[in-house]
Every structure is written in structure tokens, then in C-alpha cells.
T-cell receptor, first 113, second 115 residues
């Protein structure tokens, strides 16, 4: 059973369009991270959200953490070909120890020039 | 500052062969991790090392062993490879694993195929 569900699994859009991808969990978590992974590379952290209702912006990317801290969304405005990649959300459970980060299955985004 | 490095980048094995995947980090991080990434499954934790001298099982440890050689290096060994171990393997490191804002830094991955 997946702890985290991401949707959609695949998304192909034209350059300049807007898009939103979602990350949902049945559990409450202490924080959530979004990573982007480009082909042939490892994931790279984009943002960490900690507070319910929190909104963070990173240039054309807007990240929102649900009020109940069980879901998150990533909105990209005016997508560019450089945004192409696999977007992974990862939740951190409120427990001590190094094994408390769990990844979703990812949304694979393709932005067509 | 190379971050996290992994070798080899690609490997093809026959069923039953053994191999060791190497990982090193130069960020002086205490914690290191091994993940596998399979289509539709996301990243799954195989083993981790919270600090030098300690290792613990993650979500999918069967068929693997690890060694935390020193603070910099964390290796993953497949003693008798099976086709189900065909995957992309990522090593990661972090400095504050108990913190809600801890960041994991990933290597470029090793793409392993077991025939």
C-alpha cells in the first residue's frame, strides 16, 4: 500500500501552459518535500513545507501544503521545456530516526516546445 | 565539492553473480542511504546508516548487504543477483535526519540490469 499517492502519473503539455500536480496521503505528516529528478540524475530538493496551509513560491513554481497536513500541490505557471522531469513528493513522519522519509511514485512531466 | 558520487554508472550482471555498488560523499554528513527506484514504485529505502558504525534495514532489504566503511563511504552489496533486482540504485546523504527540514542529497544513480 502506497503511503503517498501522486497524480497525475504522466502529464504532457505545451510550452506556456499552466499545470498542477497533487500529492495525497491518508496520514498526517510533519513536513513534506518536493524533489525534481531529471533523466539520468538523482532527485534534487525543490522545497520543504512544514506548516499546514503554507504556500511557498520558487520562481514559476508554487507549492501548497494542505491545512490538515495530509496533502500538497505543485502549480507551475507558463511551463518551460526546462521544467521537464519527474516530480516527487516525499513526506516525513513525525518520528525520530533517519528512516522517516517516504517518497511518492512521482509525476512525469513533459513540456513540449 | 563533488557532493555524492556513485560507481559504476551502469552494470549488467547474470543471475547469481555478485557485485558491490560504491557511494561516497564529501559533505561531512552523518547519515547515508541506499534506495532503489522502479517504474511505478517510487523510491524505496533499502538500507540506511544513521551514523558511522551503524546500519539498519529499510523497507526492502532482502537480498542486499551494506557496509559503512567510514564517514564518507557507504557500499551496497548484492551477493547473488536476481532479475528482480534490476533497478536504478541511488545513494543519498543528509546531515539532520531527525529534523523535519532535513535535506537528502542524491548521487547520479547506478542502473543495474540482471539477466
Amino acid at each position: 500500500t502506497q503511503l503517498l499517492e501522486q497524480s497525475p502519473q504522466f502529464l504532457s503539455i505545451q510550452e506556456g501552459e499552466n499545470l498542477t500536480v497533487y500529492c495525497n496521503s491518508s496520514s498526517v505528516f510533519s513536513s513534506l518535500q518536493w524533489y525534481r529528478q531529471e533523466p539520468g540524475e538523482g532527485p534534487v530538493l525543490l522545497v520543504t513545507v512544514v506548516t499546514g496551509g503554507e504556500v511557498k513560491k520558487l520562481k514559476r513554481l508554487t507549492f501548497q501544503f494542505g491545512d490538515a497536513r495530509k496533502d500538497s500541490s505543485l502549480h507551475i505557471t507558463a511551463a518551460q521545456p526546462g521544467d521537464t522531469g519527474l516530480y516527487l513528493c516525499a513526506l516525513r513522519r513525525a518520528r525520530t530516526g533517519a528512516n522517516n522519509l517516504f517518497f511518492g511514485t512521482g509525476t512525469r512531466l513533459t513540456v513540449i516546445p | 565539492n563533488a557532493g555524492v558520487t556513485q560507481t559504476p554508472k551502469f552494470q549488467v550482471l547474470k543471475t547469481g553473480q555478485s557485485m558491490t555498488l560504491q557511494c561516497a560523499q564529501d559533505m561531512n554528513h552523518n547519515s547515508m542511504y541506499w534506495y532503489r527506484q522502479d517504474p511505478g514504485m517510487g523510491l524505496r529505502l533499502i538500507y540506511y546508516s544513521a551514523s558511522e558504525g551503524t546500519t539498519d534495514k529499510g523497507e526492502v532489504p532482502n537480498g542486499y548487504n551494506v557496509s559503512r566503511l567510514n564517514k564518507r563511504e557507504f557500499s551496497l552489496r548484492l551477493e547473488s543477483a536476481a532479475p528482480s533486482q534490476t533497478s536504478v540504485y541511488f545513494c543519498a546523504s543528509s546531515d539532520q535526519p531527525g529534523s523535519s527540514t532535513d535535506t537528502q542529497y542524491f548521487g547520479p544513480g547506478t542502473r543495474l540490469t540482471v539477466l
